[in-house]
Structure formats: structure tokens, C-alpha cells
């Protein structure tokens, strides 16, 4: 069978290595790998293959941690966004699932069941984000219904930051306001907490605690090239056609990029269709044999365009073009394209094949 040129390399050592730095910056905290949403568009299997020494996963539903337990991993694994029904309770003690306990609801379900198994609880608070999460005054009461069934049901506290990875004043005060209502909530109870994602790693080492829970770190992205970190994946594709046009000749649909002097156009077969954004602007850089180059006109559903002018006798029909990956980082085209690396690393498609690279 014959593909597009169009695929998605995955750096399976970039995982390895994007692990060990985690750990290296929180040695006292235990790592629960986040590899919801099918491993950030990764691949979840792939992903926790790689991660195996990681402590545990977050994941987001009960599919996604019995297909883990299916495939053989005995990991802590943690619902981020608890049980969705009463039912669900049943099926996290049979396969041992940590479950998120965030409402009223979920609390109810506890303790209108017993179990054969216990049930790891992590009673989530709303410190700020106003998301998912009892309110402050309420996690008192929440505790005293828990605390006479411990035994059955382990409890854990958490949170989780809204601004972490911005770095305005008022991004950084609104992140103390939560660290400090956490604080004044848990710090004098002897349960183990959970504070901090993939930007809090780095910047606030005051929570990392018990259990770090990061995630685009993980992958090699989310605005922290000062890290070591390492991209894991590389979406890339070919040049299937090479054309000279004339000053005031346009490009692509809407003619919405006018040459303004003799221009070499290469057509790249990538587009919306395999999860490049088509909100990427002319200007939004690509990367070609050592260099980078500027997508021009729209993005298409199959065909995106890039001015080859400066390299024309260095290139020829097939030569690989990386849109994103260790030379043009995702979180760069996110920006031109005006949304974040989470979305676009999510939304490769499923006709654009994975290749592991290890």
C-alpha cells in the first residue's frame, strides 16, 4: 500500500529523555504522565510504552484507562475528570482506577456503594479556575464524610493552576492567590497533594508535593524551549509540484497572497485535511533543507504553498518539508495560526500515518 507523502514522525527516545527531565526537576515527586486525548494525538499506547517509568497516567475516561489495563499496564492511572456515572464506580474498583471526586454528585455515589476493591479518591478543589472542583468552604464537610471510610477510599488532594505557564504579574499573583488557598486548606493535613502541570514543573518548585501531573512537557512542547526538552513529534510531507509565477500573479484560493516579484512556488502535499491549522497565515514558517521558508496563500484542504525563490536551485519534487517538529516548533506555528500547540499536536489526522522513531 502507497500513502501521501504527508506523515508524523514519532521520536520515541524524545519521550524517554522528555521523562527523565521531569523527574529531574521534581526527584521528590512522583510523575503521573497525562496521556488523555489518545496521548496528545501520539498515539496513547506508543506513549505509555515509552513512559513505562513514570508512576502513573492521567487520563480523561474510563474507555481510555481500561484500554491501558488492557494492554497490560499495571500504573497508577487517574480519571482527571472523575467517574460520569454511578455505574463507572464499579468498573475504576474492578480494574483499580484512581478516580478525580470534584462534585457533590461523585461524593454521593461513594458513599452510597461499598466495593470489594478500594478506590484511590482525589478530592479535586477549586482554587481559582472555577472549572471542576468543590469551593473552599466546602471541603471540610467533604473530608468528614471521607475521612470515616479512608480505608475503603484513600484520599489525595488536588487543584489545578490557571496561569502557570504565563508570565504577566497578574498571571503570576492569580497563581499565588491558588497555591495559597490550596495551602491553607491541605498544608496542615497529612494527605498527599497534586498541585502543578507541565509549567509548574519548572517555575514553581515550592508545589511540586506528592504527585506532579504533567503533559505537553511530555511531548516536547508548550513554550518552554528554555528546557532541554525535546519535540517528539515531526509532521512533514514532500513537494509534489515546483512553478514560476510573475509579479502580481496570486496564489491559491481567494487569491489571497500576490506575488510581488518573480516568486518560486512549491505545493506541499499537506493541508487541513491532515491537521495543519487553515487558519496559518502567509509568513508562517516551514522548514526545507537547512532552512526555513514562508507558507503563501491558504491553507488547503490537501496542498499547502511555500515560497522556494531563495533556495530555486537547491530543490527538486520530492524533498521533505517539516511543518513542525525539532527545527519549527509546533508551539510556533500555533501562534501564527492564532491557537496553542495542544490543539494542533491533537488534531493530526488519522490519514496521516505515524512512523516511531527510536
Excluded at 503521573?32 to 515509552?50: E, F, P, S, T
Amino acid at each position: 500500500m502507497t500513502y501521501r507523502p504527508a506523515k508524523a514522525l514519532i521520536d520515541c527516545s524524545a519521550l524517554k529523555h522528555n521523562l527523565a527531565l521531569i523527574k529531574s526537576l521534581a526527584p521528590h515527586s512522583k510523575v503521573l504522565a497525562v496521556i488523555k486525548a489518545n496521548g496528545y494525538g501520539h498515539g496513547m499506547h506508543r506513549v505509555a510504552q515509552q513512559l513505562v517509568k513514570a508512576d502513573g497516567f492521567g487520563v480523561a475516561s474510563m474507555d481510555e484507562a481500561i484500554y491501558l489495563r488492557q494492554q497490560g499496564f499495571l500504573h497508577r492511572i487517574l480519571l482527571l475528570e472523575g467517574v460520569f456515572s454511578e455505574a463507572e464506580l464499579h468498573l475504576a474498583a474492578q480494574h483499580r482506577i484512581d478516580v478525580v471526586v470534584h462534585a457533590s454528585h461523585q461524593l454521593h455515589w461513594l458513599l452510597d456503594n461499598t466495593f470489594e476493591n478500594t478506590i484511590n479518591v482525589w478530592i479535586k478543589v477549586d482554587t481559582g479556575m472555577h472549572r471542576l472542583g468543590f469551593l473552599p468552604d466546602e471541603v471540610p464537610n467533604v473530608l468528614s464524610k471521607l475521612q470515616p471510610l479512608v480505608k475503603r477510599y484513600p484520599i489525595h488532594v488536588m487543584t489545578h493552576l490557571a496561569s502557570a505557564d504565563e508570565d504577566s504579574l497578574q498571571a503570576q499573583q492569580f497563581t499565588q492567590q491558588q497555591l495559597s488557598c490550596f495551602a491553607s486548606l491541605f498544608n496542615h493535613l497529612n494527605y498527599p497533594k497534586s498541585v502543578v502541570n507541565s509549567a509548574g514543573v519548572q517555575k514553581l518548585v515550592q508545589a511540586q508535593f506528592d504527585w506532579i501531573r504533567p503533559g505537553i512537557l511530555l511531548y516536547g512542547a508548550g513554550n518552554l524551549q528554555q528546557l532541554d526538552a525535546r519535540a517528539v513529534m515531526t509532521l512533514s510531507s514532500e513537494i509534489i509540484a515546483l512553478k514560476w509565477i510573475s509579479a502580481g500573479e496570486s496564489v491559491g484560493y481567494g487569491n489571497a497572497w500576490t506575488a510581488q516579484n518573480t516568486t518560486l512556488v512549491g505545493v506541499v502535499a499537506m493541508g487541513y485535511g491532515d491537521g495543519y491549522p487553515r487558519h496559518a497565515p502567509s509568513g508562517t514558517p516551514l522548514w526545507i533543507k537547512g532552512q526555513r521558508v514562508a507558507l503563501i496563500g491558504r491553507v488547503s484542504m490537501d496542498m499547502i504553498m511555500i515560497d522556494l525563490t531563495t533556495m530555486a536551485e537547491h530543490v527538486a519534487l520530492g524533498d521533505v518539508v517539516e511543518c513542525w517538529g525539532k527545527n519549527v516548533s509546533v508551539d510556533e506555528v500555533a501562534r501564527y495560526a492564532g491557537t496553542i500547540g495542544y490543539e494542533l499536536l491533537c488534531g493530526v489526522t488519522q490519514r496521516v500515518p505515524m512512523i516511531e522513531i527510536h
